[in-house]
């Protein structure tokens, strides 16, 4: 966490699970330790995890897809501190949920058309959800960032599902998409499979590859617009 200083000569963190941490108390010193839950606290739960005139503090020993709320509180003197209590800041955030351990696997594409491909299939790891990326033309490049959600659409190309440059997001949670469209003929497209736990800025992908996982497809080329005609046959023999 990170924070700007104002104009005591130290600040104290202290965070608590769940809820807002309890104030420190004046005249009281408190050992700040930045592992959670081993420093001292201001009330039980409220545990200080730094002390000191710095602006951030790593804080460890957090437990996955929970929310921790931080509260910095100004003060002076060391013996007999004197805590600014009023108007402390108070800010939270969730930890990233567990990664997947298992990656999606097994992607196949039964039915590839001209500007189109449906009779996606891939067997499912272990997270809650998965999101599919197709480029063209190369392999996917860019991955999905924890703490972001992203919306997918099965038109290729939406502006709204990029990541990066040409990655596209195309499908977002379970089962299959129906089909993919608005693809280019004759083009090879390349997919890639993202497992998934958590929601909203507790999001944790798991970016591993997997056997299947990522694979190429290529459009059918145009149906060519007219038949041959006037067909006329030469000399038939029996040689």
Known sequence: MNGTGENG??????????SAPAAPMDNTTYTANAAFSSGDTTVPGSFVVYKGSGTS???????AGTEYYFAVYEFNGSTTP?????????????????????????????S?????????????????????VAKAGAPVDSFPVDGVTYTGGTNFGTASAEIGTGNYVLWVGTGTPNRISSLARD???????????????????????ATGNPISQTTMAANPGSAVSDLALSNIGTD
């Open 82 to 110: 004197n805590y600014l209590q009023a108007g402390a800041p108070v800010a939270s955030r969730t930890t990233l949920a567990t990664e997947p351990s298992i990656q999606a696997s097994g992607m196949a594409i039964s």
């Open 112 to 132: 590839p058309a001209e500007v189109s491909m449906s009779g996606f299939t891939w067997t499912a790891g272990n997270g809650v959800g998965r999101i599919l």
């Open 187 to 209: 083009t090879v497209y390349h997919f890639r499979l993202f497992e998934y736990n958590g929601s909203g800025d507790a999001i944790n992908y798991n970016t591993s590859a």
């Open 57 to 63: 503090v790593n804080v460890t020993g957090l437990s």
């Open 9 to 18: 000569d130290s600040v104290l963190v202290v965070a608590r699970q769940g």
